[in-house]
Nanobody, 118 residues
Framework: QVQLVESGGGLVQPGGSLRLSCVAS????????MAWYRQAPGKERELVAG????????DYAASVKGRFTISRDNAKTTAYLQMNSRKAAGTAVYLC???????????WGRGTQVTVSE
């Protein structure tokens, strides 16, 4: 059974930092591209950042480029999202996504809440 478990969310002040983690199990982690999405209240889910299966290639939403960093540790089957210089508009549930590089399989975590507030 595939599981993606996010952690690291919480309350952060504008300008602050958080590091999210996504631990994967039940799949061959190195054969999956990993991504972080977010969904704010009343808005559609949007892609925040993605990373290739072995990590050399990353891409970011324009709104977070230069402030967020996605990374992965295949030995620990974990993906990370370092978020710096948080903005109030960044309050959302952050979800981890794993997408197979070989098939159409994709999996989602349940998400972790990030709230940006004074």
């Amino acid at each position: 059974q595939v599981q993606l478990v996010e952690s690291g969310g919480g309350l952060v002040q504008p300008g602050g930092s958080l590091r999210l983690s996504c631990v994967a199990s039940g799949l061959t982690f190195s054969r999956y591209k990993m991504a972080w999405y977010r969904q704010a209240p009343g808005k559609e889910r949007e892609l925040v950042a993605g990373i290739s299966s072995f990590g050399p290639f990353t891409d970011y939403a324009a709104s977070v480029k230069g402030r967020f960093t996605i990374s992965r540790d295949n030995a620990k089957t974990t993906a990370y999202l370092q978020m710096n210089s948080r903005k109030a508009a960044g309050t959302a549930v952050y979800l981890c996504n794993a997408r197979s590089r070989d098939t159409s399989q994709a999996y989602w975590g349940r998400g972790t809440q990030v709230t940006v507030s004074e």
